[in-house]
């Protein structure tokens, strides 16, 4: 049995999810650097990073590493492990060991900082944008409006935690990909359990 990759990485993405957000960034890579908005303790960014050293290309990593609402103190997702001394969420020292775990640290370029700040100041056109970041809709559509416009013709936009069933979670996702596929710029190329990836027309 193959077995599993990055496992001692603590994460959100199934592997079969990982293979493919992996096949769809070979796919784009040519075309501009790959970015990530929601790195964690850096599962899909190593998928990611990957990639971008065959290609010859990086990955922007986008996180304040401070956790989204679901990874709070007495939340369904908080993980003890990764409190700062003050008792504060913080993922990036967990984030940096798994990037220097798996050699990984001279293809990722980590951006600390809200998805919304880095978006004001961002000017490099992408091969592709990995939405996982804040999954409330306030953020889910900030990040949607500030990152999707950055996609190259052909690039791709990749969406995490889209489910067929609102019920089963996922609205704020959900909702984003509506709005990029009604959008007239994109047109959907596939999925794979939740994650959804759209072509920029
Ligand atoms: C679901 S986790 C990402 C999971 C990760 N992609 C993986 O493969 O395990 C969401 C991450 O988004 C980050 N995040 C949430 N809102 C953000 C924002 N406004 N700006 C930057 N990062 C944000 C959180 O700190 C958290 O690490």
Known sequence: MTPTRF?????FLPENEGEQLANWARESASLGPLLEIGSYCGLSTLWLAEVARESNTVVFAVDHHRGSEEHQVGEFFHDEALV???????????????????D???????????ATLVARHWTTSLGLVFIDGGHSLDAALADYRNWSQHVVKGGLLVIHDVFRNVAEGGQAPHAIWQLAKQSGLFEPVGSCESIR???RL
Do not use: Q, T
């Open 84 to 102: 700062d001394d003050a008792g504060r969420f913080d993922s990036l020292p967990e984030f940096r060991r798994n990037l220097l775990a798996n």
């Open 7 to 11: 496992a001692d990485v603590k994460g």
């Open 197 to 199: 990836a759209l072509r």
């Open 104 to 114: 990984a640290e001279d293809v990722v370029i980590p951006i600390v900082a809200p």
